[in-house]
Nanobody, 114 residues
Framework: QVQLVESGGGSVKPGGSLRLSCAAS????????MAWYRQAPWKQRELVAL???????NDADSVKGRFTISRDNAKNTLFLQMHSLKPADTAVYYC????????WGQGTQVAVYS
């Protein structure tokens, strides 16, 4: 099994920046891809950004040009650098690991308000 520990959430004003981290431990050898999802109140969980083992990344249209996903494979850590944050980015952000048995982090809150 894989354990995920997220950090880096918080409150920020519109236009601000945050960097999320997700450290994976345990049986990480079979990780196929890692991703960030988010869930705003009363909304469905949505994919924010994806990083595959081959180095490909994919971002949701709503965050293109503002968010960057990256990985430190040596440390099994996933990052999400967020710039130009908007109130619409307010959500709980979850780290996701694609495995034969997928794993989710506990979530970290991001709040963007004036």
């Amino acid at each position: 099994q894989v354990q995920l520990v997220e950090s880096g959430g918080g409150s920020v004003k519109p236009g601000g920046s945050l960097r999320l981290s997700c450290a994976a431990s345990g049986r990480t050898d079979n990780i196929l891809a890692m991703a960030w999802y988010r869930q705003a109140p009363w909304k469905q969980r949505e994919l924010v950004a994806l990083s595959t083992n081959s180095g490909m990344t994919n971002d949701a249209d709503s965050v293109k040009g503002r968010f960057t996903i990256s990985r430190d494979n040596a440390k099994n850590t996933l990052f999400l650098q967020m710039h130009s944050l908007k109130p619409a980015d307010t959500a709980v952000y979850y780290c996701y690991v694609h495995l034969p048995t997928p794993a989710w982090g506990q979530g970290t809150q991001v709040a963007v308000y004036s």
